[in-house]
């Protein structure tokens, strides 16, 4: 069975997991969904979601521990990756944050890309909204922005595939998809079922 991982250091990781089986429910299919936090267990998937949370805080602990090294190592070799908010920042090649600048945080590089955190402000400003991502086949799906990031630039390897209020809030490259907003917390499970189409 495929065996799909939800990375669990920190953030929206039962809300990823019942997103996931919702989704796989309503494509038919049965996939083994599971927490994974050591590079051993990140090792042994078919596909990972880096879910919401502190991008320092995860990426800190990812590094110290070689999860961060084992989900590049399986990315690079084709391993369907979902980054979600906080994802989203551990996927770039580069981050800084809105207000302090660069971060010198952990991160993955695996998108050629800049991103830049609490982009539209601070947790109480944290909003709802409909975004579209025309390339998902995906017209409308009502999502959560909390201290979400944007994309700022990207290289030629990464394509931008949804834009809010003039920022890039969600971009594909290959078999990695990341978001700044948070698809866990709405009914709507389009985000996922595409990406199980990448497995």
Avoid: W
């Amino acid at each position: 069975m495929i065996k799909i991982g939800v990375y669990s250091v920190q953030g929206d990781v039962r809300e990823n997991i019942v997103a996931l089986k919702d989704a796989s429910s309503k494509a038919g299919l049965e996939y083994n969904v599971n927490t994974v936090v050591t590079p051993e267990q990140i090792m042994n998937l078919d596909a990972i979601i880096l879910p919401g949370g502190e991008s320092t805080v995860i990426g800190g602990a990812g590094a110290k521990d070689g999860a961060l090294r084992a989900i590049k190592e399986k990315a690079k070799a084709g391993m369907p990756v979902l980054g979600i908010c906080a994802g989203m920042v551990l996927l770039a090649k580069q981050a800084s944050d809105h207000t302090t600048g660069v971060t010198g945080q952990p991160l993955l590089g695996l998108l050629d890309m800049q991103v830049e955190r609490n982009s539209f402000g601070h947790q109480g400003r944290s909003f709802e909204a409909d975004v579209c991502i025309a390339p998902l086949q995906i017209p409308k799906i009502h999502v959560a922005f909390i201290r979400a990031p944007s994309v700022l630039a990207v290289g030629s390897t990464v394509e931008s595939i949804a834009e809010f209020d003039g920022k890039t809030v969600a971009v594909r490259s290959g078999k990695i998809i990341a978001t700044a907003f948070h698809p866990e917390l709405g009914a709507d499970t389009s985000v996922y079922e595409r990406f199980l189409e990448t497995i």
